[in-house]
Every structure is written in C-alpha cells, then in structure tokens.
C-alpha cells in the first residue's frame, strides 16, 4: 500500500519539474508584448499623445503600449532628454476637379456591298 503511494508521489515530482508536456508560456505572446511596449516608448519619444498611439496601432494591446510609453517617460524625465516630433507627411491634396469621363465610342458595321449579279 505504501508502494503504491510513493510511486504516485515520485510521479507527480517527477512531472511538476518537466518541461516537455509543452505547458510553459508561449513565446510568441511575450514577443508581442515586448513588441507593443516598445511602440509605447517610441510613441512617446516622438512627442506623441497615447491616445493617439492607440489611434495608430489599433488591435495591439493597449496595457502594454501604455506600460511602454509610461516606462519612456520617467526615462526621459530623468534624464532631462527632449523627444522628437514625428512628422506623418500628408498625402497630396486630391484637386477639386473631377476626373475627366470616359468617352464611350461605339464602332458602327459596315453596310453590307450588293450583291454581284450573276451571269
């Protein structure tokens, strides 16, 4: 009876400590998270409101774009530094003339030629 517990007991150490049941965190989620601080931080680099980094990178996590811009700011006030305005140059204007109609040609048969007269 006690066999049978201590062989429960080694088994469930020895699974607690094992790391290829694939349990662990996935990588890809603490990338996207690294990812999205870092554009916090750029966002407040570049003189940005955080609102309208969220406007600019919508379906990224907002927690972590805040963490990032709030983790920037306390450096840069530290530090004395001053960010950098971050020109989005504006697309052409579009003119107030509207663009000219496609002209519709229709080709017209020929008439057809008579007939020569048999001989």
Do not use: F
């Amino acid at each position: 009876m006690y066999t049978r517990y201590l062989l429960i007991l080694l088994t469930v150490l020895q699974l607690s400590a094992c790391d290829l049941l694939g349990l662990g965190p996935d990588p890809r989620i603490a990338q996207k998270e690294a990812d999205a601080k870092a554009i916090g931080g750029a966002c407040r680099h570049g003189l940005r409101s955080i609102e309208d980094c969220y406007t600019l990178n919508k379906g990224i996590n907002k927690a972590s774009i805040y963490a990032g811009w709030r983790e920037m700011d306390e450096y840069m006030r530290e530090n004395k530094l001053e960010g950098l305005r971050a020109e989005i140059p504006l697309p052409p204007p579009v003119s107030a003339t509207p663009a000219p109609a496609e002209e519709i040609v229709e080709e017209t048969k020929p008439k057809a030629k008579p007939k020569a007269a048999a001989h």
